[in-house]
């Protein structure tokens, strides 16, 4: 299996833009996570899905954040419109079960401009 | 609320000393706990988990895990480092019905 993979590895944008982060989980996890990481925050849970229905959004910091996931093998992070403070690395996970371990990807750089 | 500390930003050892890496929690229950290792320019990846019985865990690249429930402490050990193993280091708890929490990471650098 090639792992949870992510896109972009890197992003570079300029304020206002609209940012598409995306996420292939591993084949028969039923839970995907998004994750944020900076030096100030650490690492901060976004928003998961199981069975590709949204459960818990409560760590999505603004209305310009929004998360999908059409089906099982496909997600996506939107950020709109981006600010220089979403400068982070955005990671996405898998999980087969609720309390199993994490898979992550590799993560998507998003620079901010 | 959950919470997860880890007390040292830092470590720095030599290669070939014994290590540890230290985790405390704030959980009510019985939770999962895990620790993850995070190279550079990638993702986290899973080094061992506890949930019950021996409270020695033995994980990946020769690391162990020790728990304490008096002391509500996980903390992360290896008889010999390597140089290789110079990473930030993540301590994680998953309550039932909860979300995974990490901890602020800790730092690990192992000098030649």
């Known amino acids: 299996d090639a792992g949870v993979i992510q896109s972009p590895r890197h992003e570079v944008t300029e304020m206002g833009q609209e940012v598409t982060l995306r996420c292939k989980p591993i084949?028969?996890?039923?839970?995907l996570f998004w994750y944020r990481q900076t030096m100030m925050r650490g690492l901060e849970l976004l928003i998961y899905f199981n069975n590709n229905v949204p459960i818990d959004d409560s760590g999505m910091p603004e209305d310009r954040f929004s998360a999908k996931m059409p089906n099982a093998s496909f997600s996506t992070l939107k950020i709109q419109p981006s600010e220089p403070r979403d400068s982070a690395v955005y990671f996405c996970?898998?999980?087969?079960?609720?309390?199993?371990?994490?898979?992550f990807g590799s993560g998507t750089q998003l620079s901010v401009l | 609320a959950q919470s997860v500390a880890q007390p040292e930003d830092q470590v720095n050892v030599a290669e070939g000393n014994p290590l540890t890496v230290k985790c405390t929690y704030s959980v009510s229950g019985n939770p999962y706990l895990f620790w993850y290792v995070q190279y550079p320019n990638r993702g986290l990846q899973f080094l061992l988990k506890?949930?019950?019985?021996?409270?020695l865990v033995k994980g990946s690249y020769g690391f162990e895990a020790e728990f304490n429930k008096s002391q509500t402490s996980f903390h992360l050990k290896k008889p010999s480092a390597l140089v290789s193993d110079s990473a930030l280091y993540f301590c994680?708890?998953?309550?039932?019905?909860?979300?995974?929490?990490f901890g602020p990471g800790t730092r690990l650098s192992v000098l030649p």
């Open positions: 506890y949930i019950t019985g021996d409270n």
């Open positions: 994680a708890v998953h309550n039932y019905g909860q979300n995974f929490v």
């Open positions: 084949s028969g996890h039923d839970y």
């Open positions: 996970a898998s999980s087969p079960q609720g309390r199993e371990k994490l898979f």
